[in-house]
């Protein structure tokens, strides 16, 4: 018999599992809120609702010539991290203590709206080079781990 898998990284497959519905045509990341070992609410990157995806319409940001982790507001998406937050909110969650696991370590934005809806823990499994989110993460005491591993 198998043996079952941590909640961690049980978690973290879920999270890539939901990655695999974004839209961008950069980099699929998906996240979720998870309270008492239930998830409370999935994200993954991509515009909002009722608007053209970037694959159908293409990348401003690739347009542009625009690397990653700068230039945030130019994009048509929003992170999944914010999905997270946005379909809480939509639902009436508080995400006030929970932990998240994210395919990819939050940018600095997300960072600041997880801090603000008082996240307890931050769990990634692909590194996201943003020294400003770690410093903010550490001054605000929110646990951020990274996750070896395969999680798909």
């Not at 973290?12 to 974004?22: D, Y």
């Not at 699929?28 to 008492?36: L, N």
């Amino acid at each position: 018999m198998q043996s079952r898998l941590p909640w961690p990284e049980y978690f973290m497959r879920i999270a890539h599992l939901v990655a695999q519905r974004s839209t961008c045509t950069r980099r699929a990341v998906g996240a979720i809120a998870v309270g008492g070992k239930r998830i409370l609410a999935t994200g993954y990157n991509g515009v909002p609702s009722n608007v053209a995806h970037c694959e159908e319409v293409g990348c401003i940001r690739d347009k542009l010539g625009i690397p990653s982790g700068e230039r945030h507001e130019l994009c048509r998406g929003l992170h999944a991290e914010q999905n997270v937050i946005i379909q809480a909110a939509t639902h009436s969650l508080d995400l006030k203590g929970c932990d998240i696991y994210c395919t990819t370590k939050p940018c600095i934005l997300c960072t600041k709206m997880l801090i603000n809806c008082e996240v307890r823990n931050i769990y990634f499994a692909e590194n996201y080079p943003d020294e400003l989110s770690e410093q903010m993460l550490a001054e605000a005491r929110v646990n951020y781990v990274f996750m070896e591993g395969d999680f798909i």
